[in-house]
């Protein structure tokens, strides 16, 4: 029998709230007051490890391939940065919100619907981006095999997610579903949470070194997201294909 990294249960939970996708006042607020730390991240790394020094568009000719993509929300900003991207979804509904917004956007992304295992394009990838998704497929193991596939040699993954502690069933499943209301509740699965020592034993078995892990942490009197060395709640990683 085939290995699938689809959650059923995951995918379904996302399609319910996919018209919500580009409402920053709605189910993914959390996530668009999340996504200008992610966005700068992402970019300041790729340009140090690729020792780019371009100003207008920075990421121009570089691929990036985007998985659990969503409605969009990193393929966007990193098309407008100048880079070539695919973003792949395993919910058909959030495919077709990344799509329709195509059209406002007028973006030269390539979105697809589909998981790394049911994936099939002729081309590798400079970067890839695995962020809030490992947490949400069936077997992580597997998905990360089936991701770095499509990593070139030399390129990057970057992969965030939620730590597997006391602290991070109290801050992101009480406090942000529960109490704050953040997020809808039952977004998140606490066992389903990821230790950075597994993820960085399972990366090392698929030729993906660990280069550098910083914790995200939120800080509500200024109401923004920033990296931070506390890696017990949210945490960012990046790892090299040899």
């Excluded at 691929?63 to 966007?76: A, K, P, Q, R, T």
């Excluded at 949400?136 to 070139?152: Q, T």
Aim: proline share 4%; net charge positive; aromatic share 12%.
């Amino acid at each position: 029998m085939k290995t699938n990294t689809i959650n059923k249960k995951e995918v379904e939970k996302f399609t319910k709230i996919a018209e919500e996708w580009w409402n920053p006042e709605g189910k993914f607020k959390p996530l668009h007051k999340f996504n200008p730390i992610r966005i700068k991240y992402i970019k300041e790394n790729i340009l140090n490890d690729f020792n780019i020094n371009i100003k207008e568009k920075p990421l121009r000719g570089l691929n990036i391939l985007d998985i659990g993509c969503g409605g969009g929300l990193l393929s966007e900003p990193m098309s407008r940065l100048g880079a070539k991207v695919v973003g792949i979804d395993a919910s058909k509904k959030n495919i077709e919100i990344a799509k329709y917004h195509l059209k406002k956007s007028k973006l030269p992304i390539e979105y697809f619907n589909a998981s790394p295992e049911n994936f099939f394009f002729n081309k590798k990838f400079d970067v890839i981006l695995n962020m809030e998704i490992v947490e949400h497929v069936e077997n992580i193991d597997f998905f990360i095999k089936e991701s770095a596939k499509f990593l070139k040699k030399s390129g990057i993954m970057f992969i965030a997610t939620l730590n597997q502690t006391l602290k991070s069933y109290l801050f992101a499943i009480i406090g942000a579903e529960y109490v704050l209301r953040w997020l809808p509740i039952g977004t998140h699965d606490w066992n389903k949470f990821v230790k950075p020592e597994i993820l960085e034993k399972i990366c090392k078995k698929n030729l993906l070194n660990l280069k550098k892990i910083d914790g995200i942490k939120f800080n509500p009197i200024f109401d923004k997201w920033s990296i931070s060395s506390d890696k017990s709640v949210n945490y960012i990683s990046k790892f090299h294909r040899s």
